[in-house]
């Protein structure tokens, strides 16, 4: 089934972007979805031999980074989502086509922010599927550091000469093993910066990649030391504390691309379901006939739909000039949260063969429980607009 037959959102989107988006979904259901079955990955997942293999096929049929045509600006954001929401019909499809996180992310803040310079070195490769990248945020929880609250960042970094001398300790570091580009983040007097960084560097220590729920990143999530890191001053991003106004360029289209990959994966998750129950019989009927199967399919085609016009409310606010904040907070609750009910749902109803590996389906449920905390929880993000609320309260009845 195509994912036209969801009947997306097609106005605003234009007839080169839309015959991109079916280029992209084509190669994800006919060249991706065969290598779900590919044993070059760890527990983390795909192996970096496997990646290269995907992307060279992506490169063959003029897709890599497909949502930066030419490698020159971007699709809009409604756009992207057309193209985002195809590449993620398959856990492997960001990584194959270069849409994943925290790559995505991170080309599109130094698209926006870099130097030409830095653009030339950094972002170029990294846009040519050559190069994967790392953004170093989070600090481990039992120090207290940075998570949901960055402005509890321990990480330092201090200015010696025409260098800073960055030390601190990261976790939950997505692709660190293996990236070749390094973002990270650090407190000076005056603020949070932002260094990009060449990897491997002997000062960046990988103490330990975590074992999660996900596996569908490639180099999983790191364990990370940073030992008198010295970075050139023509690397910080910015100027000297300026290094949040940075992530916040980053933070909402980051969010809403989540929002776009895993609806597609949901969507491929959905369609397995309703295959097998329009084809598995139990108590003298299909399954789909038993009206407690049936119901939660129609449920499922509810929350896809509202997860859908979700994400493209929020790209047309994204496109509207707006920083969308709050809009790309909503989303991310909804969409998460709407999607685990569908991941949900469809496991349950596959039963066996749901929490098998013999199928996407399972992988899909993990990777979406994970979702629904990475790129802020969703008890952060309500708590985050309900200040919103109590401060706009305030300053209605304050005037």
């Known amino acids: ?13 234009s007839d080169r972007a839309l015959a991109l ?12 979805v065969p290598y779900e079955k590919d044993s070059r990955r760890d527990d983390h997942g795909p192996l970096e031999e496997l990646v290269v293999e995907m992307r060279a096929k992506a490169k063959a049929a003029g897709l890599i980074t497909p949502h930066i045509p030419g490698g020159t600006g971007h699709l809009t954001q409604r756009e992207t989502a057309a193209v985002l929401i195809r590449s993620g019909l398959s856990p492997l499809g960001p990584v194959a086509l270069n849409t994943t996180a925290p790559d995505e992310g991170n080309m599109f803040l130094l698209g926006r922010v870099a130097s030409p310079e830095l653009k030339e070195r950094f972002l170029k490769p990294m846009v040519a599927g050559d190069a994967r990248s790392a953004f170093f945020m989070t600090e481990p929880a039992d120090e207290n550091g940075a998570g949901s609250d960055p402005s509890m ?30 973002i990270v983040m650090a407190k000076s ?31 999983g999530h790191s364990v990370i ?11 910080m991003l910015g100027q000297s504390g300026e290094g949040f106004k940075y992530a916040q360029v980053r933070l909402a289209p980051a969010r809403l691309s989540h929002c776009m990959r895993w609806l597609g994966g949901c969507i491929r998750a959905h369609e397995i379901a309703v295959d097998y129950a329009c084809r598995r019989k139990a108590f003298g009927k299909l399954l789909i006939e038993h009206e407690g199967v049936g119901f939660m399919l129609a449920e499922n085609l509810l929350d896809l739909k509202q997860a859908e016009l979700m994400t493209y409310w929020c790209a047309d606010i994204l496109d509207s000039g707006a920083d969308g904040g709050t809009e790309s907070s909503m989303a991310k609750v909804a969409v998460s949260e709407a999607l685990m009910r569908v991941a949900d749902r469809c496991v349950q109803v596959m039963g066996g063969q749901g929490v098998s590996r013999d199928t996407i389906v399972e992988t899909i449920f993990r990777e979406i429980r994970a979702f629904r905390i990475y790129d802020g929880p969703t008890e952060v993000h309500k708590w985050s607009l309900s200040r919103k609320l109590r401060r706009e309260y305030l300053k209605a009845h304050q005037a």
């Open 153 to 182: 960042m321990l990480t330092t970094c201090v200015q010696d000469g025409n260098h800073w001398v960055i030390n601190g300790r990261k976790t939950l570091i997505t692709g660190a093993n293996g990236a070749k580009v390094g």
């Open 1 to 13: 089934m195509s994912y036209s037959a969801y009947s997306p959102e097609r106005s605003g989107i």
């Open 21 to 32: 988006a079916d280029q992209v979904e084509a190669f994800v259901r006919e060249t991706v």
């Open 189 to 219: 007097e005056e603020g949070a910066c932002m260094f990009l960084v060449d990897l491997p560097n002997p000062a960046i220590k990988i103490e330990r990649v975590l074992d999660t729920i996900d596996s569908s990143m490639p180099g």
């Open 225 to 235: 030391h940073i030992d008198n890191l010295r970075v050139p001053a023509d690397q």
